[in-house]
């Protein structure tokens, strides 16, 4: 009987318990691929979501005031649930609007429909989600009214062209202008806004593209980008010869033109359509001498043939003087 109470009882998992650790692992890990695979599911489920506007809105600040909130029936994984549980309290999404799709009420309130929102579902939620049904008819944004002004745009350019090549219009920016908003005092300042240098050498073929427009400190502009389009055509100068007429020149009234020809230059796109040297005529206007201290008048140019560009008038003044 003695030697049965001595006898040394045998641990379960082993004298220093590496069988229990090895255990709990293993439970551990068994319970993370049944967490991850549930969580990879996907799930239907009514989601709540701030949303923060982003819009380019004349005469408003760009961010709304507020976030609104966005309610919806989704279909996503249960890892985007997870990240959408703070409803109401989470952190707002970022959305950026067309301005077409905000439409005004009043007051700086901006409303969307829930048909318009569809576009936008990706950025509300996130791509993976699929949107069943919006809960939310109108969503309504708050914008703060703010100080604008629009601003013509100015190119920097620096192009030349090959030999006989050129453009009639030089280069074209679309837009031509874009607000700006900011201090009323520093818009006061602004004359323009300038493009980042485009540059080309020895063009011989019509180019486009985008160039970003210049930031300006303290400044907003609803545009940061303009598209450029440089038309380049080949051409062919001409010259002619022409008497200087009088425009508008009254009954009984007489003048005389000194010098009494103009020279003038202009280049047309090759093949020259048409007639090619047109019916060119120099003229004054007698409503300009008469309004006139010297009798000094710079003409104009009519009858060029259709396409000419870079005219120019050889002199570039004439003097008017009335006979009695």
């Not at 220093?16 to 709990?24: C, D």
């Not at 068994?30 to 819009?55: G, M, Q, T």
């Not at 000194?258 to 060119?280: E, K, M, N, S, W």
């Amino acid at each position: 009987m003695g030697g049965f109470g001595n006898k040394r009882r045998t641990p379960l998992y082993g004298g220093n318990g590496r069988e229990a650790a090895v255990f709990l692992l293993c439970l551990v890990l068994a319970f993370s691929i049944w967490l991850i695979h549930n969580l990879s599911l996907n799930y239907s489920e009514i989601v709540v979501r701030p949303v923060d506007a982003v819009c380019n809105i004349e005469g408003y600040a760009e961010k709304s005031a507020a976030p609104a909130l966005v309610t919806a029936r989704c279909r996503t994984s249960g890892f985007t649930l997870i990240r959408f549980r703070g409803g109401a309290d989470s952190a707002p999404a970022t959305v950026r609007f067309d301005a077409s799709d905000l439409h005004p009420r009043g007051d700086g309130l901006f409303f969307i429909t829930s048909s318009e929102l569809d576009k936008y579902s990706g950025d509300i939620f996130t791509e993976e989600t699929a949107v069943s049904a919006y809960l939310t008819d109108t969503l309504v944004f708050k914008f703060t009214p703010e100080a604008g002004r629009k601003l013509p745009l100015r190119a920097v350019a620096d192009i030349s062209y090959r030999p006989q090549y050129d453009s009639p219009s030089g280069l074209r920016l679309s837009p031509d202008s874009v607000m700006a908003y900011g201090n009323p005092s520093v818009l006061e300042g602004l004359g323009s806004v300038s493009t980042s240098p485009v540059s080309y050498m020895g063009l011989s073929s019509s180019k486009h593209g985008e160039v970003r427009l210049q930031g300006i400190s303290g400044v907003r502009l609803s545009e940061y980008s303009a598209e450029y389009h440089i038309d380049v055509v080949r051409f062919v100068q001409l010259s002619r010869e022409c008497p200087v007429g009088v425009e508008g020149l009254p009954p009984g009234a007489s003048v005389r033109i000194y010098p009494q020809y103009a020279t003038v230059t202009y280049r047309c796109p090759f093949p020259i359509a048409g007639a090619g040297r047109g019916d060119v005529r120099v003229n004054v206007s007698y409503e300009d001498f008469a309004s006139s201290l010297t009798g000094r008048c710079v003409p104009s140019v009519a009858g060029l043939p259709e396409g000419a560009f870079r005219v120019e008038v050889e002199p570039e003044v004439f003097t008017v003087v009335e006979l009695k």
